[in-house]
């Protein structure tokens, strides 16, 4: 198991940037790839953005791509969710999770098999 710790979300204007940040601790961080979802109010928790374990692939949910940039330290054990350009429909909680071990790029939540608690992030129109 890895334990996940989310930061960084608060109230921004749209159009502005939050960078997240998700710390692990556990298992070696190296191994797995990572991934950030997030879920509104009364919605489904949704694929936002996933990175290789390596930092050498990623992949976008449609809805952000071009504005999001998911990045990762493994010598800081550390994953990274820089939004850009910010709507009020990205209005969500955001959660980081780590990667059943095998699965090299994964989008679906069952692939993942630890969860951060969530951080909010708020866009004002």
């Known amino acids: 198991q890895v334990q996940l710790v989310e930061s960084g979300g608060g109230l921004v204007q749209a159009g502005g940037s939050l960078r997240l940040s998700c710390a692990a601790s556990?298992?070696?961080?190296?191994?797995?790839?990572m991934g950030w979802f997030r879920q509104a109010p009364g919605k489904e928790r949704e694929f936002v953005a996933v990175?290789?374990?390596?930092?050498?692939?990623?992949d976008y949910a449609r809805s952000v791509k071009g504005r999001f940039t998911i990045s990762r330290d493994n010598a800081k054990s550390t994953t990274y969710l820089q939004m850009n350009s910010l709507k009020p429909e990205d209005t969500a909680v955001y959660y980081c999770?780590?990667?059943?071990?095998?699965?090299?790029?994964?989008?679906?939540?069952?692939?993942?098999?630890?969860w951060g608690q969530g951080t909010q992030v708020t866009v004002s129109a």
């Open positions: 999770a780590a990667s059943t071990p095998g699965v090299a790029l994964p989008t679906t939540p069952t692939a993942f098999g630890s």
């Open positions: 556990g298992r070696t961080f190296s191994s797995y790839a």
């Open positions: 990175i290789t374990w390596s930092g050498g692939s990623t």
